[in-house]
């Protein structure tokens, strides 16, 4: 039996005004491959009034939604737990432990994001040479073992090592669930999945300082202090996710089990409709040539990497704010919860909000003044009445923007 073909992407791909061609060129390719495709697809809903296609797109997405966004959301929370949680681990003695110097510690948080930024942009390459079922797993299952193994390092040494790979093996999940959800959903969609997907980072705050406070009263447990158990626990659970990973994630709509063989069909129709949408392909040269000489490329570049510094600043020191506040130990974890909670509810609302209104740029500007203001009122004051309403404000704002990029 022949394979299914798989359909060409469907996105544009501009060049800069006036130069010549290969961006126009590809757009044209483009522009048939997707109404050939739309033309050798048939149409399972074909006599149906408006209003019964409606009720059907509808039922289709939230089948799809219920299958994919938990259980994206819950990978991403795994990955967001195990890149910050030193954080926690700070909090139990790591520094003491491992005999780190000044600086070690904040070098041991930069190593991550070097690995990182090097491996991110060749990972949606690789998935799809491997596909996202085998892609996922073993990333997964890779930065788990990792994890777990940091529970057992001796010194600082090991720590940046583990640290390295760590970055490099994490590095395919954020752009990679970004292009998934693409093969999935029109471009006027994403919004509110995207929020409900990165939402899970908010949540990995909160629940990895409940999680790591109780972790932590295993110290000595096995001759091995808290924090250790706080990365081989994590890690273990992050294995065992993966694993499962592999009967979890579908390649391409396609091929989705869960989909009925007309649903599959409208997946397809509706994303080759869609002139920025995404659909399954082979890896092809002229997109990484067409984004390379696009300078929309290299200005979304810097405000991603605007909105990110404040996340991460703000996730990998709260621990230490909080100690610096008073609250040390259990009581430190426990405190770190509630910015989160709130960065998680607020994030959501916000996709939904500019999904509904388009307003994406003023949303972006809003969340950003808001997060100077609580930058502002962090470093203005050491007053904690001042301080707590600052650490949510300023945590909302720093989770929140990303869904706008």
Avoid at 67 to 90: C, K, V
Wanted: glycine share 8%; hydrophobic share 45%; aromatic share 12%.
């Amino acid at each position: 039996m022949d394979s299914p073909e798989k359909p060409a992407k469907s996105t544009e791909i501009e060049d800069i005004e006036g130069e010549p061609s290969s961006g126009e060129y590809a757009k044209g390719t483009i522009e048939f491959e997707r109404s050939q495709l739309l033309a050798s697809l048939p149409d399972p809903d074909a006599g149906k009034s408006g209003e019964e296609r409606r009720a059907i797109d509808k039922k289709l997405m939230r089948k799809i939604d219920l299958w994919l966004i938990p259980w994206l959301s819950l990978l991403y929370l795994l990955s967001f737990l195990d890149r910050t949680n030193i954080g926690n681990a700070h909090l139990q003695n790591l520094e003491g432990d491992l005999n780190m110097g000044p600086g070690d510690y904040n070098m041991s948080l930069t190593i991550f994001f070097i690995s990182y930024a090097i491996a991110e942009p060749l990972t949606n390459m690789l998935l799809k040479r491997l596909t996202p079922r085998i892609f996922f797993t073993a990333i997964i299952i890779t930065w788990g073992i990792i994890m777990t193994l940091m529970g057992l390092i001796k010194n600082q040494a090991g720590l940046l090592a583990a640290r390295w790979f760590l970055g490099l093996a994490e590095a395919g999940l954020f752009p990679g669930v970004n292009y998934y959800l693409g093969c999935w959903y029109k471009s006027s969609e994403i919004g509110i999945r995207s929020s409900l997907f990165l939402s899970a980072a908010a949540l990995a705050g909160s629940f990895g300082g409940l999680l790591a406070a109780a972790i932590a009263k295993m110290d000595g447990v096995a001759g091995m202090p808290g924090w250790s158990w706080i990365f081989m626990i994590e890690g273990i659970t992050t294995v065992i996710i993966g694993a499962i990973c592999w009967w979890m994630v579908f390649d391409w709509p396609d091929t989705a089990t869960f989909l009925s063989p007309n649903d599959r069909i409208r997946v397809q129709r509706r994303l080759a409709m869609d002139r920025q949408g995404y659909t399954a392909e082979d890896f092809d040269k002229r997109y990484v040539y067409a984004a390379v000489k696009d300078w929309k490329t290299y200005g979304y570049m810097v405000i991603f990497m605007g909105c990110t510094a404040p996340l991460y600043a703000f996730s990998l020191f709260l621990p230490t704010i909080l100690r610096g506040m008073g609250y040390a130990g259990t009581r430190g974890q426990l405190m770190s919860v509630p910015p989160y909670a709130v960065a998680a509810l607020v994030t959501v609302a916000i996709g939904y909000i500019s999904d509904r209104t388009r307003w994406r740029g003023l949303s972006n500007i809003m969340t950003a003044v808001l997060g100077i203001a609580g930058f502002t009122m962090l470093l203005s004051t050491s007053n904690p009445k001042v301080h707590n309403p600052a650490k949510v404000d300023t945590s909302f704002a720093a989770q929140a923007q990303r869904v706008l990029i």
